[in-house]
């Protein structure tokens, strides 16, 4: 037993503080997803402008996180991941007290562009592992990322039920909530984690660093870039829905924020428990890329039912399977691209197929913020109708991939 333990767990202890540190940091994201289009119309915001909010920081979150990492090359790592967990805090605080829209814009662009610490803490995991540690590391370390998922949204429930101060309303208590435990993980930085960069270079910005020029070329790279293209449409699609959904189940189904934060915890737990359970065992029996077209298929049948069915019962019941297969695609889109590149690419590839994840992540909400601004429900069909074609994009690529080592990292 003791060796099956070390086998499995045996990890420079830095590894399970920077993982707790993630796992922070993730709960700190989370705590605000489920309540920044209802923080927004408090504003006077329209639909429209407040989808812009989730696009200001997945923009800016986008132009950002290379330019940490290539500083965190270069000046170490702690430092950076302190200055990244620090704007978390202040750009929660600055949202929590803003009296007027544009600062909680700021505040949304401060918080993406010092939003790569999940990016940093998995540069320190490269620095403490050797080769044979690094796919359990990554795995237990993006396992307990998505269970940060799991217990924000609850958080953000938890957050509105406390009294407000200051003349903080309930859903900037939200925001408080997540800027203390940004702070906890800045503070755990500060005392408890050494720097793991041992060799460091000046301080410099080039514009190599932004990477544009190699983002854009990379989708005409033959095979892999139909890949990227994949990730940018399923993303894409996904952050339509991400957004619309919010003033369906608040204007439609007439409920209010605190369920909603309820919504996000269920699709979150759901799609951790998938992912721990079925996503291993399905990917050793199955083609990965069949995978991937079926689960974007439901994906897609979901979201068109929802408006189909507009009653409360029935939507619990379709986001209850919208959960359960949402967290397939993009593992399995990373492993079908590691199995088609050669180790010393690998780093290279599926950096610039999550710069492709960002761009969908700034692209879908303006998308959705448009479509909400005509009525609730076509922009569920719609994006229903686009997540379809994307699967059947997902079959058509089947024929073009390697996916005979069927393990998924």
């Known amino acids: 037993m003791k060796q099956i333990w070390r086998q499995q767990f045996d990890l420079p202890p830095i590894f399970w503080l920077v993982t707790a540190i993630a796992f922070i940091n993730s709960v700190s994201f989370t705590i605000i997803i489920p309540l920044l289009y209802p923080y927004a119309k408090q504003f006077g915001l329209s639909d429209f402008q407040a989808s812009l909010l989730t696009t200001a920081f997945a923009l800016s979150q986008f132009l950002g996180t ?3 990492g290539s ?34 814009y700021a505040a949304r662009v401060l918080d993406g562009l010092t939003g790569g610490n999940t990016s940093v803490a998995r540069a320190v995991i490269s620095d403490i592992t050797d080769a044979s540690q690094r796919p359990k590391a ?6 307990t990322f998505r269970l940060g998922f799991v217990v924000g949204p609850f958080l953000s429930y938890l957050a509105q039920q406390l009294p407000t101060v200051a003349g903080i309303s309930s859903l900037g208590m939200s925001f408080v909530v997540s800027a203390a435990i940004a702070a906890i993980a800045l503070i755990l930085t500060v005392i408890f984690l050494p720097e793991t960069r041992s060799q460091k270079g000046n301080f410099k910005l080039s514009w190599n660093d932004f990477a544009f020029g190699k983002i854009a070329k990379s989708a005409t790279i033959p095979k892999l870039g139909q890949l990227f293209i994949l990730t940018f449409l399923s993303g894409s699609t996904f952050t339509i829905f991400t957004f619309a959904f ?4 608040l204007n439609v189904l007439d ?10 915890a269920i699709v979150g737990m759901l799609g951790f428990i998938s992912q721990v359970v079925a996503l291993e065992p399905l990917s050793k029996r199955f083609n990965l890329m069949n995978i991937i077209a079926v689960t974007l298929a439901i994906r897609g049948l979901t979201f068109m039912l929802m408006p189909t069915f507009p009653t409360f019962a029935a939507f619990v019941v379709i986001l209850s399977i919208f959960g359960l297969v949402n967290s397939f695609p993009m593992p399995l889109i990373d492993t079908v691209l590691s199995l088609n590149t050669s180790p010393q690419k690998q ?12 761009i969908s992540n700034a692209i879908g909400p303006i998308i959705s913020g448009l479509l909400v601004s005509f009525d609730y429900q076509t922009p569920l069909w719609i994006t229903g109708g686009l997540t379809l ?3 059947g994009f997902a079959t058509y690529l089947k024929p073009k991939f390697d996916c005979s080592s069927k393990v998924v990292s």
């Open 138 to 143: 990554f795995g237990i370390f993006s396992a």
């Open 255 to 264: 409920r209010d924020t605190k369920s909603l934060a309820i919504m996000f």
């Open 71 to 104: 500083l965190s090359d270069r000046l170490g790592r702690k430092s950076i991941l302190i200055v990244s967990l620090a704007g978390t805090v202040l750009a929660n605080v600055v949202a929590s007290m803003a009296a007027v829209a544009w600062l909680l």
């Open 66 to 68: 290379p330019i940490l």
């Open 246 to 249: 919010q003033p369906f189940f």
């Open 389 to 391: 074609l994307v699967a």
């Open 347 to 358: 780093g290279e590839v599926l950096g610039i197929n999550a710069a492709y994840l960002s």
